[in-house]
């Protein structure tokens, strides 16, 4: 009988230092570990994302009420095809002050090598972001 394959934990490139939403207020943003896009996921069952989303400003909160945030999967190596796979809820609650949009979701694991990214909407127009995010595989 083979060994199980041991979970793993991965952290997502940051963002650049300038990362900005358009002017309606929403933005896309692949998730890279050392630039690299596809990440091997034939040996694990789901994928558990952490997302933490803010301004580096401190002068601009996020409306929880309005913001949302997906997670988007490709799975062909060879063709960077998006779809939409998850809404991410945020884990504080609407009537907080909302510094930051906060939130995690457990993914089925759908390809042999998958590629993952967000993609937001009802941020502030032109407004720079900060994303922070991490992934833990588990068999």
Do not use: C
Request: glycine content about 8%.
């Amino acid at each position: 009988m083979p060994a199980p394959t041991p979970p793993r934990h991965v952290i997502f490139d940051p963002t650049p230092e300038i990362f900005a939403t358009d002017g309606a207020g929403s933005f896309w943003f692949p998730l890279q570990i050392d630039g690299q896009g596809q990440q091997p996921t034939s040996s694990y069952d789901e994928a558990r994302l952490l997302i933490s989303i803010w301004h580096p400003s401190g002068q601009r909160a996020i409306d929880l009420d309005r913001a949302y945030v997906e997670s988007r999967v490709s799975l062909d190596p060879n063709q960077a095809h998006w779809f939409k796979l998850a809404e991410i809820e945020p884990v504080v609650p609407p009537y907080d002050t909302g510094q930051t949009f906060d939130g995690w979701i457990v993914l089925p694991v759908l390809a042999e090598a998958t590629a993952f990214g967000i993609a937001g909407s009802g941020f502030h127009p032109r407004a720079r972001i900060q994303v922070r995010a991490s992934a833990y595989f588990v068999a």
